[in-house]
């Protein structure tokens, strides 16, 4: 809603037999130098949280040897172009997804290392993407961005104590906020170029956004008067976000997208699952390069997702799949599944290291984390996590490592050490007991 | 919860003292708990004691005098005792008499505890979710909207995603928020000068073979294509684009001649030829030229239409299939390995339909909404102020759900002032000022306002004017109605005539089917079902259209139990269903012909919901049948009594490898439960979805399984001991259990309609309704009526506790959901 998207190009994409709907790839859309790439003198760092649920078949992820130019198993395998910007970690662990709900909890305490409070009123921790956001993310028009694939996941993605809050996102803004992923392209295509065509109707807008704001604010004024302790919290969480809302509205104001050529919106959520991930990740590298945002977080599936993958001749749902009895059929059918996924996010990690970014590109200034927060589906557990950094953030991290630490060494270690690499001083985080200096 | 640790125990030992010093109830009023206390000693401390604390509980901290203090705990050892979930099986049991006696007993105690402690409970500040955004929408504006394609999805909580207390507010649902006001404002005024837009619509989803079949809703005679509503902005012309009708290297759409139709409201607007020789040979000879040729006969089609909102149709006229090389059945198997044979028929299919317009605006006709909204128009530039005031206020007052005070419609004045200057006409003025309304705080949250020097912790009942939304969120899951705000502010509603009036009028209203399709679906999760994604290898007749079959089925059959005022046992146990032929094929049951659903008799192993082609494939996986899933729906859905989720690091169990001997799911789950830490929930779980087995994963009845190549086996001993034997023995096996699915029922739609969680507190409630209405054999309105009067739903109680208590304090872990 807060700046318009461009006249219209003529639609191409959706012209294809059997496509329903598309987003045109982003080289064909925007010129190689960008307003943005030429004022980024010293970038800050782009970075990503991605989320796969259903951990990894392990030995089919870790590399065999350790340190600089390690070999590349079938899960990784198509990350090996990207090796020197590649940081592959084992050994980690994460407590605090230890509880009998296991799905429920396993999203939403991958970044917060906080074991959440037994409660549908979700209370856990913030997330470090979303400590991120509040410190880096400031001078952008969205501190950060969440997006997802499946609007729901199997009926363990719920619990009965826990509620859904854990289970549906990776990300907290506050111990009691979980954000939304949100999964239908053409919205986050609107949250990030808004509705209307024209530079008149963006100002006009604008200025409507402004009396909308200040009329909540005094609508939200008389409400107060009447409400009981815990409704004004509730109320004054609200006004939060309204806060929100107005910073971006004052930043979207200042932002020169003159240089830009915006790609046509999607028209909804592709039937092809594949598709609708690629898009997704389309979308983020899109928003970096507006610099509409710097922190983007995504579950690439559904926590429980029951998603056949069959256009890669996998028919089994993902879940049931990933309790493969140890069956090795199941096994290498699982790693397909995984390997297909590392892909997807492949392609977008090849989108981030062609687009010039400052004096390089935009992949040696980020810093991606790529994960799950599970280890072996078929026993729940959390350890060792398949943890992999993707992008040398700006020269912070060395890339082309394989890092092996001594057993249940806490992710929040990792944690710790991400935040400094992003320029955010910071010395204990969750469960941490240190921080790995080596990445 | 008891708290582990001795001064938090002195902690809560003082406190309870001083509340007790505080209240006029003496020792004499508080029920005594004649529970069997040797019984505990006997089954239950050798795990739930102060050393262990099994699960958080330990019975030697507790006593029966101060029983009152540890209602939440007493609440889950009912269910627990109910469900036979403790003792854990192969532990020592105690008989069923003495379950039995133990679990009345605490109930009676808890009962007569909570009549002397009354707490109703508290409604936070309640966001709309976006369904009754959706409704309110509809019933203020006259536009209907996909809610899902407006704002962002809402958490559930329990089984429902109408919980006050998860109801967030983040920067992307603002975000969204206010761009929905500014979309449906717009929509619903027309707008004179509307640019020219595009707009999608997906065509009917893969694989397209079923674009063979007569779809719903279009004329007679025609077959296969899409049917939508779309509100167009402004009278004029708008172009139409149909997309991917004919193939690329294949031959649909190219091989025979066929006719599309575009119709308007049901009128036809346009038709063209396509396929026949011509098209074959400009395919065949010119490739791409070829089809460019016949796309463009089906681009830019120009079609005049008025203001509003439309159906519009995109469908082929029906044509023999003798005259054509086309395939003679309605829908076609996969084949090879898995995919679609898209290029196995010949018949044209759309991909979807764009349209462009208005190509040039020409004013706006009247409309439904337009009528809805312009109460009055203005003549002269004088009444346009008055008028204004007139349409914001009727506005408002149904959107705020209340009488207005003075400063309710200051804001939406201003900016209509701000419109009519801006936007130089009336009706833009009236667009912004319904913005205005549609993006205030007043309009997104319900409240309960309590009356001046309410007490934190003393109940209160809530106002009549509060009870009208709570009522019209409840049976409407959307705002109250003109005639429920002005029986509500002449301050008659909570008159028990005039409230029992109010709720049959409003069962009877068409709104109330909201209780279907968001209460019911939602407590059966049956909207989940496109979740299950059917292997076609194993299902080749599985098409998205038996999925929809499934949703209507089931749609159908709860409405008419709602409808008809019948006992909510019926949805275990009646044998009347609605089926169209595709269902009917499916359950192969004959004569059943044609696209629409009807009321039909089925046998007796497909009564009830267990019958229900939906919950049984809600409750599979894609390739299989789960016994768990299954087991652990019946026990949480119907019996109340949800199994606990696994714990974490379950060890794996010897499933079947591949290339040997096909296990049948029994022999599977039988080896699982072999190991003593499984077999304490799956052996309680298990039996119940073995009795299911009959129930192939899309529901089907079968007689053998397929993997293993042996008979059905739906025999199992349930957790009071009763051996059941397939799911009729299953079903009257929960028949003759009927208050626990009713009180299920009911603590569920409780919940819904409280917008909350339930809490221990409320439970003494759910049984004193059940036990109720068992004279009036627990018809639905008596149960509605029955929560509607409940404490719960009438009165509020500001909490005691505020948010930041430590850890725990929030806990459900006694809610029955």
């Known amino acids: 809603m807060f700046i318009t998207k461009k006249h219209l190009s003529r639609r191409t994409v959706l012209r294809g037999l059997g496509v329903s709907v598309g987003l045109p790839l982003l080289e064909a859309m925007i010129p190689a130098a960008t307003a943005i790439a030429k004022t980024a003198a010293a970038p800050k760092p782009r970075l990503g949280f991605i989320y796969f649920p259903h951990g990894a078949v392990m030995d089919k992820w870790t590399p065999k040897t350790d340190g600089a130019n390690f070999d590349f198993p079938e899960i990784i395998a198509s990350l090996k172009p990207y090796q020197k910007h590649l940081t592959v970690i084992t050994g980690l662990e994460n407590k605090s997804a230890i509880a009998a709900p296991v799905h429920a909890i396993t999203p939403g305490t991958w970044l917060s290392c906080v074991p959440p409070r037994i409660s549908h009123d979700p209370y856990g921790g913030i997330t470090i993407d979303q400590i991120a956001a509040q410190k880096i993310g400031q001078d952008t028009a969205m501190p950060s961005l969440e997006v997802g694939t499946e609007e729901r996941g199997g009926e363990g993605s719920c619990d009965r104590n826990y509620g859904c809050s854990y289970g549906k996102t990776i990300a907290f803004s506050s111990p009691s906020t979980p954000l939304p992923m949100e999964h239908n392209p053409r919205k986050v295509f609107q949250q990030l170029f808004g509705q209307g065509d024209t530079a008149d109707e963006r100002a006009s807008l604008l200025r409507e956004n402004a009396s909308i704001i200040d009329l909540v604010r005094s609508d939200a004024a008389d409400l107060s008067r009447t409400l009981g302790a815990r409704d004004k919290v509730m109320l004054s969480d609200y006004l939060d976000q309204v806060q929100e809302i107005q910073r971006r509205l004052e930043k979207m104001e200042h932002q020169d997208m003159g240089q830009m050529q915006i790609p046509d919106a999607p028209a909804g959520i592709p039937a092809a699952f594949d598709e609708h991930m690629h898009m997704m990740y389309e979308l983020i590298a899109l928003a970096y390069q507006a610099n509409l945002t710097r922190v983007a977080s995504m579950m690439v599936a559904a926590e429980v997702s029951n998603q056949p993958y069959t256009f890669i001749g996998v028919n089994d749902a993902f879940h049931p799949l990933s309790h493969h009895a140890n069956d090795p059929a199941k096994m290498t059918r699982l790693a397909k599944v995984q390997a297909f996924n590392t892909s997807m996010f492949a392609k977008f990690i090849k989108r981030l290291a062609e687009l010039p970014d400052g004096e390089g590109s935009m992949l040696d200034n980020s810093i991606i984390l790529f994960g799950s927060n599970m280890s072996n589906s078929n026993l729940h557990d959390h350890y060792p996590l398949p943890t992999a950094i993707l992008g040398l953030g700006g020269g912070r991290l060395k890339g082309n490592q394989h890092l092996r630490y001594p057993d249940r060494t806490p992710i929040a270690n990792l944690h710790v050490a991400l935040l400094n690499k992003a320029g955010i001083p910071t010395e204990k985080f969750g469960d941490s007991t240190g921080q790995l200096t080596e990445i | ?817």
């Open chain 2, 1 to 817: 919860m008891r708290v582990k640790g001795f001064l938090a125990a002195l902690g809560l030992a003082v406190l309870g003292s001083a509340v007790q010093a505080d209240t006029p109830m003496t020792a004499a009023h508080t029920p005594a708990f004649k529970g069997d206390w040797h019984m505990l000693q006997t089954y239950c401390v050798k795990c739930h004691n102060s050393e262990d604390w099994a699960g958080g509980v330990a019975f030697d901290t507790m006593s029966a005098a101060a029983a009152g203090d540890d209602a939440q705990i007493w609440e889950e050892a009912i269910v627990k005792l109910h469900g036979g979930l403790m003792p854990p099986p192969g532990k020592p049991q105690p008989d069923q008499a003495a379950r039995a006696a133990f679990a009345q007993a605490a109930e009676q105690f808890l009962d007569q505890y909570a009549a002397a402690h009354p707490n109703p409970g508290h409604m936070v500040l309640h966001r709309l979710n976006r369904n009754e955004y959706a409704n309110a929408i509809a019933d203020l504006l006259g536009v209907s909207v996909d809610p899902n394609a407006l704002l962002p999805r809402d958490d559930k909580s329990g089984n429902f995603d109408n919980i006050a207390e998860v109801l967030k507010v983040s920067p992307t649902f603002l975000d969204q928020y206010f761009s929905a006001a500014r979309q449906v404002t717009v929509t619903a005024i027309g707008n004179p000068h509307a640019r020219t837009q595009d707009n999608f619509f997906n065509g009917p989803p893969e694989p397209q073979e079923y674009q063979y079949m007569h779809v719903d809703g279009l004329p007679l005679g025609t077959r296969g294509g899409m049917l939508f509503s779309h509100t167009f902005p402004a009278d004029g012309e708008y172009r139409f684009t149909i997309n991917g009708l004919v193939g690329a290297g294949y031959l649909w759409g190219e091989l025979d001649p066929n006719t599309l139709i575009i119709t308007v409201d049901g009128k036809r607007v346009f038709e063209n030829k396509l396929g026949g020789p011509k098209d074959l040979d400009a395919v065949d000879l010119q490739q791409a030229a070829g089809l460019t040729m016949i796309n463009d006969r089906f681009k830019n089609v120009p079609v005049n239409i008025r203001a509003g909102e439309h159906r519009i149709g995109i469908t082929f006229v029906q044509t023999s299939a003798a005259e054509s090389n086309e395939i003679l059945h309605a829908f076609v198997p996969v084949a090879g390995m898995g995919q679609p044979v898209n290029g196995n028929s010949t018949g044209p299919r759309l991909a979807n339909v764009e349209i462009k317009g208005p190509m040039v605006a020409q004013g706006v006709s009247e409309t439904p909404s337009r009528r809805k909204i312009f109460s009055c128009y203005p003549q002269t530039a004088a009444q346009e102020a008055p008028c204004a005031r007139e349409i914001l206020a009727t506005i408002a007052r149904r959107a705020f759900r209340r009488p207005l005070t003075d400063s309710d419609l200051k804001g939406a004045l201003d900016f209509y002032a701000q419109g009519r200057k801006e936007g130089g006409s009336f009706d833009a003025g009236i667009q912004k000022g319904l913005l205005a309304i549609l993006v205030s705080p007043k309009f997104l949250f319900r409240m309960h306002e309590p009356p001046p020097g309410t007490v934190p912790g003393k109940p209160f009942p809530i106002s009549d004017i509060d009870l009208a939304s709570r009522l019209s969120f409840f049976l409407w899951a959307g705002p109250p109605d003109d005639e429920l705000i002005k029986v509500a502010a002449a301050g008659a509603l909570h008159e028990p005539a005039v409230l029992d009036a109010q709720v049959r009028r409003m069962l009877k209203d068409p709104r109330s089917h909201t209780l279907v399709t968001d209460f019911a679906f939602e407590w059966l999760n049956v909207h989940g079902l496109e979740l299950v994604d059917p292997d076609t290898n194993l299902f080749p007749d599985y098409t998205k259209d038996l999925e929809t079959a499934f949703e209507t089925e089931i749609e159908l059959f709860v409405g008419n139990v709602f409808d008809s005022d019948s006992s909510v046992v019926d949805l275990l146990t009646s044998n009347r269903t609605y089926l169209n032929e595709r269902l009917a094929l499916h359950y192969h049951i004959p004569n059943v012909r044609g696209g629409e659903f009807r009321a039909v008799t089925v046998p007796d192993y497909r009564r009830g919901l267990l019958g229900k082609g939906a919950v049984l494939m809600a409750t599979s996986y894609a390739n299989r049948t789960s016994v768990v899933l299954r087991g652990a729906y019946v026990l949480d859905k119907f019996l109340g009594t949800p199994p606990q989720a696994p714990p974490p690091g379950v060890p794996a169990f010897a499933e079947s490898q591949e290339g040997t001997d096909q296990l049948t799911v029994r022999a599977r789950m039988e080896a699982h439960r072999a190991q003593p830490s499984c077999n304490a929930c799956h052996a309680i779980i298990d039996p119940i979805g073995l009795a299911l087995e009959n129930f192939n994963a899309l529901g089907q009845w079968r007689d053998k399984d397929i993997d293993a190549g042996t008979p059905i086996d739906a025999s199992g001993k349930l957790a009071d001991g009763t051996v059941v034997n397939g799911v009729n023995a299953l079903r009257n096996h929960m028949v003759s259990h009927a208050s626990q699915f009713v009180e299920t029922f009911t603590a569920n739609l409780m919940s819904y309609g409280l917008g909350r969680g339930l809490e221990y507190y409320d439970i003494p409630t759910v049984r004193g309704i059940v036990r109720d209405t068992a004279k009036d054999h627990y018809r639905f309105s008596s149960l509605v009526l029955a929560i509607v009067n409940s404490e719960a739903f009438r009165e509020d109680e500001i909490p005691v506790k505020t948010p930041g208590a430590p850890a725990g304090s929030l806990s459900h872990t006694a809610a029955k959901l």
